[in-house]
């Protein structure tokens, strides 16, 4: 078990690098939000053995942030909302 002093100080040494610890961060989301999205074309269009694969990708990137696989859908329901919002503003929209 880490101490409250070595809370403290990573703490502080994660503010002060926040921008480099947020990318981190972000990359690793990135990564499941598409294993998620290739998930949901796979489940369709692939093989069971493909649908394995991805869902243990997306088990190991879900353990890897530290959410549940709840959080997961919820935080890709929002990343999709963004994606069709950027679209949508872009002139991207399918329909």
Request: include cysteine; glycine fraction near 6%; aromatic fraction near 10%.
């Amino acid at each position: 078990m880490y101490r409250q002093s070595e809370e403290q100080i990573a703490r502080q040494i994660i503010e002060y690098n926040k921008t480099t610890v947020l990318d981190g961060i972000a990359k690793k989301y990135a990564r499941l939000f598409k294993a998620i999205k290739d998930y949901e074309y796979i489940s369709i269009k692939g093989t069971e053995i493909e649908e394995q694969d991805i869902s243990i990708e997306i088990n190991c990137l879900v353990e890897e942030v530290g959410i549940t696989e709840d959080d997961a859908r919820l935080m890709y329901a929002e990343y999709e909302m963004i994606v069709d919002d950027w679209k949508n503003a872009c002139g991207e929209n399918d329909g």
